[in-house]
T-cell receptor, first 114, second 109 residues
């Protein structure tokens, strides 16, 4: 079974709709991250959390919110989706106590906003 | 804004070739460095960490040059299966990684 899972894997929605992307991990890691990836722009950090009570904005947080429901779960919400939020979204985890700080990614959610 | 720069390529090489990518970073306080591999429409996966002394893993060699602020990845004896995008990642010590935009490699028969 995958250590980092994301649901849904694909989603098509309309402008103005509220969307929630969910991420779960079984790695026992404290740190969790949400990224979006657009062609030619690489991975950009949206939000990150170092533990359940810690939420931080990343490079491109406008239009997004997050919830860290438990150590294992980190959800990303688009309150009112717009077409330029069409992208590939990745959740990732890393180990607070790890020396190498490797990031482990989920399989991604492909979101299309019409 | 902290920058991590990579040549997007694509690097188009025949099987068996040796190919090298560089990645430059702007923050001299950066503390850890990585190369990730990403296949088309898939998640990035760690290829190797980059250590100050340089490190090798089979056909892959990573080097760090702190003075010139760049890291490199050398792939020897390229295989068709090496075709992917290679992402350079730099951590400043705050555990917030900065990703380069990636370098595309195409290995052809």
């Amino acid at each position: 079974d995958a250590d980092v899972t994301q649901t849904p894997r694909n989603r098509i929605t309309k402008t103005g709709k509220r969307i929630m992307l969910e991420c779960s991990q079984t790695k026992g890691h404290d740190r969790m991250y949400w990224y979006r990836q657009d062609p030619g722009l690489g991975l950009r950090l949206i939000y990150y959390s170092f533990d359940v009570k810690d939420i931080n904005k990343g490079e491109i947080s406008d239009g997004y919110s997050v919830s860290r429901q438990a150590q294992a779960k980190f959800s990303l919400s688009l309150e009112s989706a717009i077409p330029n939020q069409t992208a590939l979204y990745f959740c990732a985890t890393s180990d607070l106590w790890g020396s190498t700080d490797t990031q482990y990614f989920g399989p991604g959610t492909r979101l299309t906003v019409l | 804004r902290k920058e991590v720069e990579q040549d997007p390529g694509p690097f188009n090489v025949p099987e068996g070739a040796t190919v090298a990518f560089n990645c430059t970073y702007s923050n001299s306080a950066s503390q850890s460095f990585f190369w990730y591999r990403q296949d088309c429409r898939k998640e990035p996966k760690l290829l190797m960490s980059v250590y100050s002394s340089g490190n090798e893993d089979g056909r892959f060699t990573a080097q760090l040059n702190r003075a010139s602020q760049y890291i490199s990845l050398l792939i020897r004896d390229s295989k068709l299966s090496d075709s992917a995008t290679y992402l350079c990642v730099v951590n400043e010590g705050s555990y917030i990684p900065t990703f380069g935009r990636g370098t595309s490699l195409i290995v052809h028969p």
